[in-house]
């Protein structure tokens, strides 16, 4: 049975992206401005990919979850948002760490699959299957190792 993601951290969260297991991360390429909209929005895990508009929407948090929640973190929105490249990012807490803590991630401007997003530093999440949010249909281990 998939576990229900909503409830992780005391819940409230609201799904507003999703991709379901395959070899290729989100189509969206807007930074996670939540500007992305595309496809039907559906609970299904199975659903093709969509997003819903979430750029007018007051929060202060992502949650970034594997369809069946093994795999997890929240973060700040400050945290993901701006300009840097394998630089130390703030994890509120995780599927791997109960606390903050903190994981090298990439959000270049100029790149349209990030940001990359993961449990751990970048580098050794792409092989150990951590990367928890790309966009921009981007493949390869990069996704194959969570979205099999």
């Known amino acids: ?7 992780l951290d005391g819940g409230g969260w609201k799904l507003v992206r999703h991709v379901p297991g395959r070899s290729q991360w989100h189509p969206a390429r807007d930074h996670l401005k939540g ?3 595309y496809g ?10 969509w997003s819903i508009k979430f750029d007018k929407t ?6 970034f979850a594997t369809g069946d929640c093994t795999r997890w973190l929240i973060t ?3 945290a993901v948002y701006g300009n840097y490249a394998n630089n130390p990012r703030w994890i ?14 990439y959000h270049r401007w ?4 990030e940001p990359w997003i993961s449990i751990n530093d970048h580098g050794p999440s792409v092989h150990s299957g951590h990367i928890v949010y790309a966009g921009n249909n981007f493949g390869n281990i990069h996704a194959s190792r969570v979205l099999p």
């Open 1 to 7: 049975k998939v576990k229900d993601c909503s409830k």
């Open 35 to 37: 500007t992305a909209v």
């Open 40 to 49: 039907t929005p559906s609970p299904e895990p199975s659903a093709n990919p």
């Open 58 to 63: 007051p929060f202060n948090e992502f949650l």
């Open 76 to 78: 700040r929105k400050w």
């Open 92 to 105: 509120e807490k995780s599927s791997q760490k109960n606390g903050r803590y903190q994981a090298r991630w």
């Open 110 to 113: 100029n790149v349209p699959h």
